[in-house]
């Protein structure tokens, strides 16, 4: 393998991670990658129907209550992401300011 050859291979790399924005990027972590990657399967699984019907047939549920499911994963998910992501006394200062509630942290 030639420089040039890497040199290509780094451009195409970064052309992709620039077009689509779920190929990630340098700066980002491990658990960023998992939470989409577990997010954007299941979107998948709630956009497709007969995979949709996989799930509810496997676990014996309806189909709208596997989509509720699903949906409630998914933010869970995000929700993970974000305590991960911001610290405590910021959520909390948050909180406070969009509430008016006078929480603090014990």
Known sequence: MQ????FNINSQ?????????????????????????QRDSYASYIGHYPMLAHFAIAE???IGRERYNF????CCFLVAYLLREMKTEELLRDFN????????QP
Request: proline share 0%; net charge negative.
């Open 3 to 6: 420089a040039s050859d890497r």
């Open 13 to 37: 790399l970064e052309h992709l991670q620039a077009k689509y924005v779920g190929t990630g990027h340098a700066d980002l972590t491990r658990f960023e990658w998992a939470v989409n990657i």
């Open 60 to 62: 014996n549920e309806s």
């Open 71 to 74: 949906m409630q994963l998914k």
């Open 97 to 104: 300011s969009t509430t008016g509630a006078s929480y603090v």
